[in-house]
């Protein structure tokens, strides 16, 4: 940091170490459920919820220790949002979302801009899409942005917008971040499933953002804090949707549990089923074999950012392939749990609520059959000559520079 910088951290306790923030995480469950239904009908997490995450420490999870955040390594990022996600699907994934925007723009922003952002009482909460690239332009020691972005969730909870772009003439994509108030919302979040996510679109049109408000989407090394800024954002990205995976997952099955224990509706007819017992025990199987699928993973690659390696080819396969495994582990659960609850899972609840908001997850792009395909590509040894940028293969000799 530079000389005289002011943070969070230098006027509050010492931030809530990973355990820590596990802990609160798991207690923020009955308040995040209790307010569940109020989220979706607003388009946006309640106010209890918001003020609840900021005053826990939820949205530092991956802010540096240095600005007073957790700096929380990989397997205990997929609890925490595991945490959040069993409570509510809408509130696990704005935490992962502003998250990841929150935490890579501590790591990789220059001290300016990060001065400005992590000086206040509270995290700045920021949100946007960092994958569809708008159109930056060279100006006056910054650059002028326009374009428009779908899918921006929590950005109704966010005071400001990070968003992708490609810089004129050099065809680098660069992350800007810049106040809300820039862009222009667009209100048209009407959707089946994640509806407290309030992730709409927006446009932004020559929008000025300085230099030091922008840093290249490749960097995979932080100005500041430890290891953890080794993953890159596209590693943080699949962190993000695997936890919120784990936590849906998780629920679906204690719902039904629960329903069965209750002997109502039609699992009183099933619970003496044989055939129902071992579906129950098949789908408990497949969706903890995916979760300790991606516990491995991520274990083994925390093991080598913490020896200042790079991830090699190996696991940035199986970091993808462990997420998309565990997702449709997951979608599976929901199928299930709705068929055996019958009209339960049919009438308005919880139940009805996670199995839409399961499939409105399964439609993200880190779960498409391509990625799939590319696991199994280079699985087999058929991509020697390929390397992973973002969510394709590429020739290895196309491949832009990491920083």
């Known amino acids: 940091m530079t000389e005289g910088t002011t943070t969070t951290a230098d006027r509050g306790a010492a931030p809530p170490s990973p355990d820590e923030l596990l802990e ?3 207690g923020l469950q009955p308040l995040i459920d209790r307010h569940a239904d109020e989220g979706e009908a607003r388009g946006k997490l309640a106010d209890e919820v918001d003020d609840a995450l900021h005053e826990q420490g939820i949205f530092g999870m991956w802010v540096p220790r240095e600005l007073g955040g957790s700096e929380v390594p990989p397997t205990k990022s997929l609890e925490v949002l595991e ?3 069993y409570a509510d699907a809408s509130a696990g994934w704005v935490v992962m979302a502003a998250s990841l925007a929150i935490g890579t723009g501590a790591g ?3 001290d300016q801009a990060v001065q400005q952002l992590f000086g206040g009482e509270r995290f700045p909460v920021i949100a946007g899409q960092g994958t569809r690239a708008g159109t930056a332009v060279a100006h006056d020691g910054g650059f002028l942005v326009s374009g428009s972005w779908n899918f921006a969730s929590g950005i109704k909870h966010a005071g400001w917008i990070h968003t992708a772009a490609m810089i004129e003439g050099t065809q680098e994509v660069r992350i800007f971040v810049l106040p809300v108030e820039k862009a222009t919302l ?3 979040w ?4 994640l509806r407290g996510t309030g992730s709409i679109d927006y446009t932004i049109d020559q929008v000025y953002v300085p230099d030091e408000f922008t840093h290249f989407s490749t960097l995979q090394k932080g100005l500041r804090g430890g290891s953890l800024y080794n993953l890159g954002i596209i590693n943080f990205a699949h962190i993000c949707h695997a936890g919120w995976a784990l936590g849906v997952g998780r629920r679906m099955l204690d719902e039904l549990r629960d329903l069965a224990q209750a002997r109502t509706g039609r699992l009183a007819g099933l619970i003496d089923s044989d055939s129902f017992l071992g579906e129950f025990a098949q789908a408990e199987a497949r969706f903890r074999a995916a979760r300790a699928f991606e516990l491995e993973t991520w274990a083994d690659v925390e093991q080598t950012i913490q020896r ?3 991830m090699t080819q190996r696991q940035e396969t199986l970091v993808r392939l462990a997420l998309n495994h565990v997702t449709w582990a997951a979608h599976d659960v929901a199928i299930f749990v709705y068929k055996s609850a019958g009209t339960t899972a049919l009438r308005r609840g919880t139940i009805q609520r996670f199995f839409r908001d399961m499939h409105g997850g399964t439609q993200h792009l880190t779960s498409s ?3 799939l395909w590319n696991c ?3 699985l087999l040894g058929l991509a020697t000559d390929k390397v992973w940028f973002f969510e394709d293969l590429i020739d290895a000799d196309k491949a832009p520079a990491t920083r």
Do not use: K
């Open 24 to 26: 609160r995480a798991r």
């Open 83 to 85: 945490a959040i996600a």
């Open 108 to 110: 990789y922003l220059p």
């Open 186 to 188: 667009i209100e048209n």
């Open 190 to 193: 009407d959707v089946m499933g």
């Open 308 to 310: 200042d390696e790079p």
């Open 369 to 371: 059959p391509p990625i």
């Open 376 to 378: 199994g590509r280079e």
